[in-house]
């Protein structure tokens, strides 16, 4: 069940701007705020302590959507984005301080004996997706403050997706071509 309930929120939490979008249109208010942030809580119930630090953005949006909800305020779920962004950033970013990288981290999950000449490139992949989280934050609040419900759906929805999927086929392509290579 727990399977289950991690695979369906996860879709469902993909297909976020796109739940705003018709909920927004669609449904009574406040429906939508309370129906998201009983799946962030849903999310958080069943989530795998693998890697602790990806609970905070799920509480960040869990405060979100229901403080969405309380105030009666929808447009504060347009800034989901850019709150898990931020907050990604700062994870990332704490740990580039703090140590190990965010990406070490992750990549220990498959490889817990890297060699030590992969810390410097982990470390350096780890920047990148901070400068990802900077620039889609930045997006990601222009179009919650300055456009059209549309173009925040069409940015949070396919092109953030999209920008994401590039880093990470880009760098695994790098790391598969060159650094295999080298």
């Not at 289950?4 to 406040?30: D, E, K, M, N, W």
């Not at 740990?95 to 999950?109: F, N, Q, V």
């Not at 900077?134 to 173009?151: F, P, R």
């Amino acid at each position: 069940m727990r399977l289950i309930i991690q695979v369906i929120s996860t879709l469902l939490l993909l297909g976020y701007p796109i739940a705003v979008y018709f909920g927004l249109h669609y449904l009574p208010p406040g429906v939508i705020a309370l129906s998201l942030c009983l799946l962030l809580v849903a999310r958080l119930a069943v989530q795998q302590q693998r890697v602790k630090a990806m609970v905070l953005p799920l509480l960040a949006g869990i405060a979100l959507t229901a403080g969405s909800f309380i105030a009666k305020r929808n447009d504060w779920l347009l800034y989901y984005p850019v709150v898990i962004n931020l907050t990604m950033l700062g994870l990332f970013a704490y740990s580039l301080k703090h140590g190990p990288s965010m990406i070490e981290r992750l990549a220990r999950l498959k490889e817990p004996k890297l060699p030590d000449t992969a810390i410097p490139y982990l470390a350096n992949v780890t920047k990148l997706w901070c400068g990802l989280f900077i620039v889609n934050g930045v997006v990601a609040w222009y179009t919650a403050h300055y456009t059209s419900l549309a173009t925040w759906t069409l940015y949070n929805g396919l092109i953030a997706y999209l920008l994401i999927g590039l880093l990470l086929g880009g760098e695994w392509l790098y790391r598969t071509l060159w650094l295999t290579k080298s």
